[in-house]
């Protein structure tokens, strides 16, 4: 499956903004999605997922301010960032997996090419 990321930018501390991830390939739906991100000199870690029956999963830092959901029939996935804090300033990738479920890095074998989101103060 191959990933394209998109919906990154520069947005105001408090502001928003919606992230966007467009597959083709294998049925969209066969996969579990997440979302990870990668600031300056940091690992690369885990910000939200789904699992193959859509259940969803997020990293505490994000929880109650994003939300990720998917569109089966266009073979898309969206990650809506609310609140943004300078802390968030990352490159943001999306990835699927096919386990039902992760947030390991090493299960997702599919990744999108990255994003930038840039929150400033």
């Known amino acids: 499956v191959q990933l394209q990321a998109s919906g990154g930018g520069l947005v105001q501390a408090g502001g928003s903004l919606r992230l966007s991830c467009a597959a083709s390939?294998?049925?969209?739906?066969?996969?579990?999605m997440g979302w990870f991100r990668q600031a300056p000199g940091k690992e690369r870690e885990f910000v939200a997922a789904f699992s193959r029956n859509s259940d969803t999963y997020y990293a505490d830092s994000v929880k109650g301010r994003f939300t990720i959901s998917r569109d089966n029939g266009k073979n898309t996935v969206y990650l809506q960032m609310n609140s943004l804090k300078p802390e968030d300033t990352a490159v943001y990738y999306c990835?699927?997996?096919?386990?039902?479920?992760?947030?390991?890095?090493?299960?997702?074998?599919?990744w999108g090419q990255g994003t930038q989101v840039t929150v400033s103060s």
């Open positions: 390939g294998r049925t969209f739906s066969s996969y579990g």
């Open positions: 990835a699927a997996t096919g386990k039902w479920y992760t947030q390991e890095i090493y299960d997702y074998e599919y």
